[in-house]
């Protein structure tokens, strides 16, 4: 009898241990969710093909000098020539462009279209006509086809 408690309680020790281990895992994971939240900054800058670009060198990104007339704001609509490194297989299929505010769930489509040649040094590029509606930091998801190809990190100035 008196080993069959030691048994029943070890059991019961180890799948406590367990569950406490599991919850703490979550709890972690939920606050490396709201860091990378709340971390987000606008991509750095680079250039090619003479242009400078706002995105992820050698990746993807488009025209884009943080001057007055390219800069983003609320309900303002731009061309912005995205481009696209990459290889051929991944760069087959429509390109997708979807926006997400920082701290919200929302996601919104900002363009979409088919992609075009070579272009400013990059294997593919895309014309586009962009908004966004509010003031913030934005991530612009690219998807080629159905897959995430990417992501390009903006700031909507105020009016």
Not at 10 to 28: D, M, N, P, R
Not at 40 to 59: P, V
Not at 80 to 106: C, I, P, R, S
Request: proline content about 2%; glycine content about 10%; hydrophobic content about 40%.
């Amino acid at each position: 009898v008196f080993m069959l408690k030691k048994r029943i309680l070890l059991i019961f020790a180890v799948i406590l241990s367990l569950a406490i281990a599991g919850c703490k895992e979550e709890e972690s994971i939920g606050k490396k969710e709201k860091v990378i939240k709340n971390n987000w900054n606008e991509s750095s800058l680079f250039e090619s093909g003479g242009y400078t670009m706002i995105g992820e060198e050698g990746r993807l990104g488009f025209i884009y000098d943080d001057s007055e007339v390219v800069r983003f704001y609320p309900d303002k609509e731009q061309k912005y020539m995205w481009h696209f490194w990459g290889e051929e297989q991944e760069l087959e299929g429509e390109l997708k462009v979807v926006a997400t505010q920082e701290n919200e769930d929302e996601e919104i489509l900002v363009t979409s279209g088919v992609l075009g040649g070579a272009n400013n040094g990059a294997d593919k590029h895309a014309p586009s006509n962009m908004s966004l509606p509010k003031s913030g930091i934005w991530k612009l998801d690219a998807y080629i086809g159905e897959s995430l190809f990417g992501s390009v990190y903006v700031k909507v100035h105020e009016k």
